[in-house]
């Protein structure tokens, strides 16, 4: 769900000074394995056109999908089948599939109205705060 508010101001822009109610998410900017396939066909029956698989393979390997649940994905299944809708020729479907892209943060644009960040991986970093004892034998 959509955290509520404006988006946040550059910083120093900001009026209120204090910390946001909502902190931003930072995920692993690594693309996601689990998403689950395409069904065989479309709740109407037919195939499913090239254009929409490649969709769905872009939208299933979000970094941010290892937050989802099985009730996000049964939303991105249901908003794949209309945009499948609107690749058919009809496009009073259109501004749904908008609305539905921005709930599940498919641009950066959108990945920004809900606070999450792409981080890159940091490996074969020291835990905080702990000292290495190798580094003062032999002084």
């Known amino acids: 769900m959509p955290v509520s508010g404006r988006k946040p ?12 109610t909502h902190d931003w998410t930072e995920v692993v900017d690594v693309p996601f394995e689990g998403g689950p396939g ?25 970094p941010h ?10 939303f991105a299944l249901a ?3 209309l945009a499948a809708l609107v690749f058919d020729g009809e496009p009073k479907y259109a501004t749904e599939v908008r609305n539905r ?21 940091v490996e074969n970093e020291d835990p905080a705060g702990v000292t290495n004892i190798a580094d003062y034998r032999d002084l």
């Open 65 to 74: 999908c290892k937050l989802w649940g099985p009730s996000d994905w049964c």
């Open 101 to 121: 892209e921005k709930v599940m943060g498919t641009t950066v644009d959108y990945l920004r109205d809900l606070r999450i960040r792409y981080v890159d991986s």
């Open 9 to 20: 101001k550059p910083q120093g822009q900001a009026v209120t000074r204090h910390a946001p």
């Open 79 to 81: 908003t794949i089948d």
């Open 38 to 62: 395409l069904p065989e066909v479309r709740a109407n029956g037919r195939g499913w056109p090239d254009s929409i698989r490649a969709t769905w393979d872009a939208w299933r390997s979000m």
